[in-house]
Each structure stands twice: as structure tokens, then as C-alpha cells.
């Protein structure tokens, strides 16, 4: 079991920044591979930004490259998002989640929600026109 709890979320003009972060605990945070997920209302869960296990392999939306950069500390079992030129668009409850990559190689991350097996409880996300 994989615990997640997101932080970071909040209220920000058009242009603003924020940084997301995901905190984990449970099992060893470098197995698994992580992921950014956000989901605005009546809409689907779309994928925003992926990691490997070490950190060296990265991607992202199409919607956020250039704007957003994912990074993990492995010691500290945390993820973050760092988000920059917000746009109202980019409002959503975001989601972390982790994907249990031992058996993979270091540079995999996957894209698919169906990949990862635990969720954090989402952070909101608004950016005001």
C-alpha cells in the first residue's frame, strides 16, 4: 500500500505560478513510478504530466509542455509540479498517483490511469481570469 496526499493547490491569476507537491509513505517510494492527473468538472481525468522511478525520464501533455515540470525527491518521497503561465484552462482538482514500476525499466512512466494503483485525495486547483 502506497499512501498519497497532495498540497499546493489554491487561487491564482492568469500568469500566476504554484507548486504541487505529493508526499507518499508506505512502501519504497523509488518503485514505483508517478504521475499528474487532473480532472475539471464534466470532464474526463486526463493525464498532465508523468516520471520515472529515478527521475530521469519525463512527459507531459501537450497542454501544459513548456509551462508545467514534474520532479521527484526520492528522499524525501515527494513528487512535485511546479506550475508557471497558469491559465483559466488549467483549473481541475489534480491528482497524483503512483504506478508500481519495479519489474520496468528506469526510464518508464506511463501516461494510462489505469497503470497506477494509488490515488491521492486531489488538490484544487483555480486560476481566475
Known amino acids: 500500500q502506497v499512501q498519497l496526499v497532495e498540497s499546493g493547490g489554491g487561487l491564482v491569476q492568469t500568469g500566476g505560478s504554484l507548486r504541487l507537491s505529493c508526499a507518499a509513505s508506505?512502501?519504497?517510494?523509488?518503485?514505483?513510478?508517478m504521475g499528474w492527473f487532473r480532472q475539471a468538472p464534466g470532464k474526463e481525468r486526463e493525464f498532465v504530466a508523468g516520471?520515472?522511478?529515478?527521475?530521469?525520464?519525463?512527459g507531459y501533455a501537450d497542454s501544459v509542455k513548456g509551462r508545467f515540470t514534474i520532479s521527484r525527491d526520492n528522499a524525501k518521497n515527494t513528487v512535485y509540479l511546479q506550475m508557471n503561465s497558469l491559465k483559466p484552462e488549467d483549473t481541475a482538482v489534480y491528482y497524483c498517483?503512483?504506478?508500481?514500476?519495479?519489474?520496468?525499466?528506469?526510464?518508464?512512466?506511463?501516461?494510462?490511469?489505469?497503470?497506477?494503483?494509488?490515488w491521492g485525495q486531489g488538490t484544487q486547483v483555480t486560476v481566475s481570469a
Open positions: 498517483a503512483a504506478d508500481p514500476a519495479i519489474t520496468y525499466s528506469m526510464t518508464y512512466y506511463s501516461r494510462m490511469p489505469l497503470e497506477f494503483d494509488y
Open positions: 508506505g512502501r519504497t517510494f523509488s518503485w514505483y513510478a
Open positions: 516520471i520515472s522511478r529515478s527521475g530521469g525520464s519525463t
